[in-house]
């Protein structure tokens, strides 16, 4: 008997967006029809998805550019709310999905460690504890001082990835995250990775990369527009997907 408690449920969820078919970027179009309504395309993102993830599992999410998974990621996260059905998360998640997003460029990287970690859930005491632990990882104490404005895109994204890792959640919502940084970084990002799986996180992760999807993930999703295509074992999955990479559906 599996004694381990779902803690998310995606209840037939759909994702419709709006698109405005013109825009209006001027006064003048604003004034001369200011109760004319902009017509509207509906953009299908998700259609009827369901699935549940279980504690400690690692599930993989893969699929074409346009599938949907970002979105769905997105979802989980509480970023976009479902236009139908439903999503349940039973504990606290971080999202790795835009790395830096909460940062004050007008503050300095010591200043953007607390308060993002705060964003983050974390109280100030912890931060201090994990203080130098962060601030090594991310290989930026010669910078600490200066404003985050003045950093690098990658100096920005190892910083937050660094607090995001310290966070203590039971799930971790992740977008592409082993992309952060130079070589020499990834192995870092990838050995923190193996921590969290060894504590028994949660993970919903989403990918391009298959070597990854295959020494992380103990089960794989495939996306194709909107729709959960397939779900289950991982090398079932990644057949799947380049067999369907090498169909044009359309």
């Known amino acids: 008997m599996d004694e381990k408690k779902t803690i998310i449920e995606v209840d037939h969820v759909s994702k419709v967006f709006e698109i405005p078919k013109e825009k209006r970027n001027s006064v003048k179009s604003w004034f001369m029809n200011p109760f004319r309504k902009i017509q509207k395309d509906k953009f ?3 259609n009827d998805v369901s699935f549940k993830v279980k504690e400690g ?3 993989g999410i893969i699929g074409r550019n ?6 769905l990621l997105k979802m989980l996260a509480q970023i976009y709310e479902p236009t139908s059905g439903k999503i349940i998360v039973r504990g606290d998640s971080v999202p790795f999905l835009e790395l830096g997003v909460g940062f004050n460029p007008e503050l300095t990287g010591r200043e953007n460690i607390f308060l993002n970690g705060t964003i983050l859930g974390m109280s100030k005491k912890y931060l201090w504890s994990k203080f130098d632990e962060i601030v090594e990882f991310a290989e930026i104490r010669d910078f600490l001082d200066l404003q985050v404005k003045n950093y ?7 910083l937050a990835f660094a607090v995001a890792t310290q966070a203590r959640a039971d799930i971790f919502l992740m977008d592409e995250v082993f992309s952060v940084g130079d070589g020499a970084f990834q192995k870092k990002s990838l050995a923190k990775m193996e921590e969290l799986l060894k504590s028994g996180v949660t993970v919903v992760f989403v990918s391009h990369g298959m070597d990854n999807i295959r020494k992380y993930c ?3 999703l495939v996306m194709e527009k909107g729709c959960k295509y397939y779900d289950g074992d991982v090398e079932q999955g990644i057949d799947l997907y380049s067999k369907l990479l090498s169909v044009d559906l359309t």
Do not use: H, I, Q
């Open 57 to 59: 599992e690692f599930v």
């Open 44 to 46: 299908n993102a998700l």
């Open 66 to 71: 346009g599938s949907g998974k970002s979105t």
């Open 152 to 158: 690098s895109s990658g100096m920005v994204m190892r």
């Open 218 to 220: 103990t089960r794989l």
